[in-house]
């Protein structure tokens, strides 16, 4: 086991090596780990679309009018969406709004306010 290399977690280089008891290390970023326990979960990474971070619980601005299945009309621009939640998949914000209800935006047609 000492004498295998491994992949490191942080750059995926193809040499880490053994360090001491169960820690391994990268000869190229120096990150340390330990195979046995699990890597971290990565935080989710939502942009709007000016390149701002998106986090839980922020306000956004819809930028353009966007058109809503089943309703008779689109969410117009401008319209203020508070509390928002992001969330994994296509449609990475959920949220609610006032006369639509529950439902699913895509970050790159809102902006951060």
Not at 36 to 42: H, Q
Not at 87 to 97: A, E, L, Q
């Amino acid at each position: 086991m000492a004498d295998t290399l491994h992949t490191c977690p942080q750059c995926a280089s193809p040499y880490g090596y053994f360090l001491r008891e169960d820690t391994y290390a990268c000869p190229e970023c120096g990150y340390e780990w330990n195979p046995a326990e699990a890597p971290a979960e990565e935080a989710l990474v939502v942009k709007d679309a000016n390149g701002n971070l998106l986090q839980d619980g922020d306000t956004v601005i819809v930028i353009r009018n966007l058109p809503v299945k089943g309703a008779s009309a689109p969410i117009k621009a401008g319209t203020k969406v508070k509390n928002i939640r992001l969330s994994d998949g296509d449609h990475n914000i959920d949220c609610k709004i006032d006369g639509f209800g529950a439902m699913g935006l895509k970050s790159e047609f809102v902006k951060k306010v």
